[in-house]
Every structure is written in C-alpha cells, then in structure tokens.
C-alpha cells in the first residue's frame, strides 16, 4: 500500500484522462483475446505476472470489458499484499478489505465504476488528503457531493485536467486494459528509478528460499541478467510436499502458521562465502499467509546487512508482496531496503529480466 500512495497522482491521472500508449514490444500474454501486437498486451502481461489482476475466465482477459467497482477493490487489495485467490464470490475479499481501510463503502461491487468513484476510491486511499476548490470545471454541478473533495484534490494536484471542454465527466468509466495499462506504467516506472548501486564494481548475490521451485526459477534468471552469485536458502530439515500442503489440517505449514514458536527453521548454511563483498543482496521468498516464508527469517537475523542494499523480491499464486519486505526490514541488522518486487509463481523470463535490468545494477 506505501507504494502505491507514493505514486497515487500518477494512478488517478492516467486513469481519469484514460491515457494509453502503445506498447514497445509483442507480448505473448496467453490469453485469446489479446493479440500479441496488442497496445495493451505488455501491460496485461505485466499486470497478471504481478497478480494484480487474473482472467476472466476460458483463457480470455476481456480487454474492452468496463472495469466494475469490486475489481478496483480487489486490485488493490492484492496490492496491498492481501490474499484474494480463495474469495468468493470473488470480490468479497477485496470488497471486505476496502471497507476495514476505508477505500469504499463496499456497495454494489459488480457495478462499472465510474470517474467520479474512483478518484474517491483513490483519494481515500491516500489518506482523504484536504484540498483547495481550484477553478470549477464546467460540468461542476454533475460532480456528485460525496466526491467533490476528491475531485478538489485530484484537480489541485494536476491529477485531472478535464475532457473535451473541460468536463470531469463523471459517469465515465474505464475499460480493464486502460487499467491494466495505468497499473503497468506507474509500476514499472517505480521500479526502474530504484538504482541501488550503479558502480561498475558492484558486487550481488541473489539468496533465496524455494518450496515448490517457482522462486529459484526467478532468483536463477536475475542472477543470470545481473551476473550475481546464488546463495540457497536451505532448511536443515526439508519441506515435503505433505509439510507444504496448506490444506491438509495440521501438516508442518499449517502448525508453523499457527505457532509462531515453530518458525524458527534451523538452516544448513546462515552466512554465504565472502558475504563481506557484496554491496546488493537480493532476497527471494514465496508468500506464505501474506508474508515472506518464515525459513528466510533466521538469514535475515543472522546477518550482517550494513551498507548492503537488499531487495527482496517474492513469488505467488496471487497474493502481493504486501508488508513482507518490511518485516523482514524489522529483522534485519541494518541494510538499506528496496521496496522490492513480487512475480507470478509462473512469471516469464522476460519479465524477471526486464524488471533487474531496470535496476541498473553495476552499470
């Protein structure tokens, strides 16, 4: 969420202008309704690698589909490092988690949102900042009372310019590859301006944890774009693939979630040969009950991370990076901490290396 109120103006204004760009190269997103050479197809791709948002169901994305109030919810929430995969129906998740935050009132979650309730959604996500009235817009008196403050705000901060004769045009709406679109470009951009080290004698090491190979997959493929030595994280005892199934009552994942006294997972190895050599540590857990899996605690605590950058980045089936990073952050004997990034448990090799070498690392 932090990331995202960072960078909210740029949100609410690509999505109020309903600003769009080509994109730069073919994606092959997997889905039947979005051809390859798609303006859109990088960000559907971006956005559904990152679980941000899913199909719709028969392999389709349904690009030109009107985006509905309960799918903004749960984007955000997702974002938010909230698990939604288990929802049903399948906004009640996202709805439940903006009402506790105070993002909506959680109605009419199947209905198209509009202009004027997403810049509320997003200025209550920010914070409900206060604003002054600025120049009206022309249509001023359609602005429904609840979102007059918003649209202040959003127009007193060069969010909104207005449309055609400058109208705010409130009942307008948003189809769901704008807002693929508007979520890809103010991700990616976040991303690429974090350059933690760009000595060309940096050195990194990519450590990771890996239950099911998803996350070796990613920390293999950066180590590869960056030219970084790979550091497993390793349990002394290993999970099976009994321990890891969260479904089955009382199997090892389920008793460690449930007693935190359990998490202390001895490893075979703490400290990698010539840690004091290494100016970025990239760390790589799955998400585990919306944090990093607890068998990465015990390097983060034993380490020394002073004037190390550490990036954490992080794999699942849906849920986002959420406060793990943080927390972890909170473990840790100093280090300066990246916000980080999360992929889909099956992310494509492009992505992982498109998203490294926007880092910059030892150029």
Known sequence: MKKLKQIISSIA????????APAAFAANTGFTDVPNNAWYAEAVQYVTDNGLMSG????QFSPNAATTRGMLMTVLARNAGTDTSNSNPWYQVGMDWAKENGVSDGTNPTGNITRAQLVTMLWRYAGSPTADAGEDFADENAI??????????????GVVNGTDGNRFDPQAGATRAQVATILRNYLAKDQNNQTPNTGKDSKALVAYYSATGSTKAVAETIADEL??????ITPVTPYTSADLNWNTEGSRVNREHENEA????A????TPANWSEYDTVFIGYPIWWGIAAWPVNNFVKNND???????PFATS???GMGQSGELLQQMANGGTWQSGQRFSSGASDSTVRSWADGLEIGK
């Open 56 to 59: 719709t169901g028969n392999n």
């Open 13 to 20: 204004a690509a999505a109020l202008l309903l600003a769009t």
């Open 305 to 311: 991370f002073t004037s190390k950058t550490v990036i």
């Open 227 to 232: 030219n970084a030595d790979l550091f497993e």
């Open 267 to 270: 490893l075979t190895q703490t």
């Open 317 to 319: 089936t849906s849920s």
């Open 144 to 157: 429904p009372a609840y979102a007059a403050t918003a649209v202040d705000w959003a127009h007193a901060n």
């Open 262 to 265: 359990l998490r202390d997972i």
